[in-house]
């Protein structure tokens, strides 16, 4: 049955002359109503070809208008051709503009410069959830959305833009998870004294001998300057003097979060900070919380930044991760009476000396638990207890009430 089905349907097919007249008398036989078939006429009106006279006048009005405002441009080429037809559209003039008048600007082969200006523009923009490439193009020359989307993904999928980064930083991570939890560290030192600008890098000179660098909240303790060097100079073979040396500081922290997070922790970091020449010692000395603050110190010292509490508790969670020397938390956590876990004291006072000095200063990791990962401590019961980023008694359960409701804020 299925058979003669398929016959009877190849039976009225019509032949191929019919489907594919030959000439226009065939072409209009089969269409005439007496033979059977339907008449359909198909009108196709194409714009009039452009004259000479036309494209002068779009090439001086597009550069009167930036190469852009293309309606604008329309309604003054008709303006100026005292309405003679053909009227233009801005899509007309646009096209005209870019595909012929323009071709070899706009699709020009993309160069290291090129390259370099697309990576300031994308670097400039609020993350990948804010990005628009049709501001990106206005503001590159001569340059469409399309291509200029086509040209990120073409860099993106090579490693030879900002993975170089990625690469340097997975590397020393990798090796020495510590490093990544002074790159966590270095971001805070640097963007708490006078914003996010890398001073915190700068190298004393004659004129200045003690930077932000050298200051007590940052020497000895403060790591991770041998990432940022190696990760700039890789950038800067793919991408020159684009990146900022403030950018690679909260890129570094970003992806070393990423890693010791087990790629758990994935932010979006925008880009687009400049770099700072003023770097002093009382910068830091006035800006940094010293260890021994307490929640309310800690909280008045984030207000002063325009942060609030969950900020605070967020930086506190932190430091979940690395390495902390004992001068920094004996007094009020070891030789006071606080609530940190037997076990993880008793390891303490074995490790660290009663009175610690400058010559006798040994570090001991800051989480029992997970030493060489960063985790939700603050979200996990005891855990706390375990970790020495916090306050002892009454302020541990603060800081857990802010990330639980069902801990009472209260001892």
Same mark, same amino acid.
């Given at each position: 049955?299925?058979? $003669?089905?398929?016959?009877?349907?190849?039976?009225?097919?019509?032949?191929?002359? #019919?489907?594919?007249?030959?000439?226009?008398?065939?072409?209009?036989?089969?269409?005439?109503?007496?033979?059977?078939?339907? +008449?359909?006429?198909?009108?196709?009106?194409?714009?009039?070809?452009?004259?000479?006279?036309? @494209?002068?006048?779009? #090439?001086?009005?597009?550069?009167?208008?930036?190469?852009?405002?293309?309606? +604008?441009?329309?309604?003054?080429?008709?303006?100026?051709?005292?309405?003679?037809?053909?009227?233009?559209? =801005?899509?007309?003039?646009?096209?005209?503009? !870019?595909?012929?008048?323009?071709?070899?600007?706009?699709?020009?082969?993309?160069?290291?410069?090129?390259?370099?200006? /697309?990576?300031?523009? &994308? /670097?400039?923009?609020?993350?990948?959830?804010?990005?628009?490439?049709?501001?990106?193009?206005?503001?590159?020359?001569?340059?469409?959305?399309?291509?200029?989307? !086509?040209?990120?993904?073409? /860099?993106?999928?090579?490693?030879?833009?900002?993975?170089?980064?990625?690469?340097?930083?997975?590397?020393?991570?990798?090796?020495?998870?510590?490093?990544?939890?002074?790159?966590?560290?270095?971001?805070?030192?640097?963007?708490?004294?006078?914003?996010?600008?890398?001073?915190? &890098? *700068? @190298?004393?000179?004659?004129?200045?001998?003690? =930077?932000?660098?050298?200051?007590?909240?940052?020497? =000895?303790?403060?790591?991770?300057?041998?990432?940022?060097?190696?990760?700039?100079? #890789?950038?800067?073979?793919?991408? =020159?003097?684009?990146?900022?040396?403030? @950018?690679?500081?909260?890129?570094?922290?970003?992806?070393?979060?990423?890693?010791?997070?087990?790629?758990?922790?994935?932010?979006?970091?925008?880009?687009?900070? &400049?770099?700072?020449?003023?770097?002093?010692?009382?910068?830091?000395?006035?800006?940094?919380?010293?260890?021994?603050?307490?929640?309310?110190?800690?909280?008045?010292?984030?207000?002063?930044?325009? *942060?609030?509490?969950?900020?605070?508790?967020?930086?506190?969670?932190?430091?979940?991760?690395?390495?902390?020397?004992?001068?920094?938390?004996?007094?009020?956590?070891?030789?006071?009476?606080? @609530?940190?876990?037997?076990?993880?004291?008793?390891?303490?006072?074995? !490790?660290?000396?009663?009175?610690?000095?400058?010559?006798?200063?040994?570090?001991?990791? $800051?989480?029992?638990?997970?030493?060489? +990962?960063?985790?939700?401590?603050?979200?996990?019961?005891?855990?706390?207890?375990?970790?020495?980023?916090?306050?002892?008694?009454?302020?541990?359960?603060?800081?857990?009430?802010?990330?639980?409701?069902?801990?009472?804020?209260?001892?």
């Amino acid at each position: 049955m299925e058979l $003669q089905g398929l016959e009877q349907e190849a039976a009225v097919q019509p032949p191929a002359s #019919a489907a594919f007249p030959s000439s226009a008398e065939e072409a209009a036989a089969a269409a005439s109503p007496t033979s059977g078939g339907k +008449r359909i006429v198909l009108r196709i009106r194409l714009p009039p070809a452009w004259t000479p006279e036309e @494209d002068a006048c779009l #090439a001086r009005l597009a550069a009167e208008n930036g190469f852009r405002h293309w309606r +604008r441009v329309a309604e003054s080429m008709a303006a100026a051709r005292s309405g003679r037809r053909p009227r233009r559209s =801005p899509g007309q003039c646009r096209d005209r503009w !870019r595909d012929h008048l323009a071709r070899d600007v706009y699709h020009r082969p993309f160069t290291a410069d090129d390259d370099a200006e /697309l990576a300031r523009l &994308l /670097l400039k923009r609020d993350g990948d959830g804010e990005r628009s490439w049709k501001d990106i193009s206005r503001a590159a020359y001569c340059r469409t959305s399309r291509g200029m989307r !086509r040209r990120w993904g073409e /860099l993106r999928d090579s490693d030879a833009f900002l993975r170089k980064l990625w690469d340097e930083v997975k590397k020393f991570v990798y090796k020495d998870a510590g490093v990544g939890a002074g790159l966590i560290r270095l971001v805070f030192h640097d963007c708490f004294v006078e914003g996010c600008d890398g001073s915190v &890098l *700068l @190298d004393p000179t004659p004129a200045n001998p003690k =930077p932000e660098k050298l200051s007590p909240p940052n020497f =000895p303790s403060l790591r991770g300057f041998e990432v940022i060097d190696a990760a700039k100079d #890789a950038v800067e073979k793919v991408c =020159p003097g684009v990146v900022s040396c403030a @950018d690679i500081v909260a890129f570094a922290a970003r992806d070393a979060a990423y890693f010791l997070s087990r790629f758990r922790v994935k932010i979006n970091v925008p880009g687009g900070r &400049l770099d700072g020449r003023r770097s002093l010692d009382s910068d830091a000395r006035n800006n940094l919380p010293p260890p021994n603050f307490n929640v309310n110190q800690l909280i008045g010292a984030f207000a002063a930044k325009g *942060l609030d509490a969950e900020d605070m508790v967020v930086l506190s969670g932190a430091h979940t991760v690395g390495r902390s020397h004992c001068s920094s938390f004996v007094s009020d956590r070891v030789a006071a009476p606080s @609530d940190i876990n037997g076990g993880f004291a008793n390891f303490l006072k074995q !490790r660290c000396p009663a009175n610690p000095t400058s010559s006798n200063d040994p570090t001991v990791n $800051q989480d029992a638990v997970t030493p060489t +990962r960063s985790t939700p401590v603050l979200q996990e019961r005891g855990g706390a207890q375990k970790s020495l980023c916090f306050s002892p008694a009454s302020e541990t359960k603060w800081l857990q009430g802010r990330l639980d409701p069902g801990i009472a804020l209260n001892g």
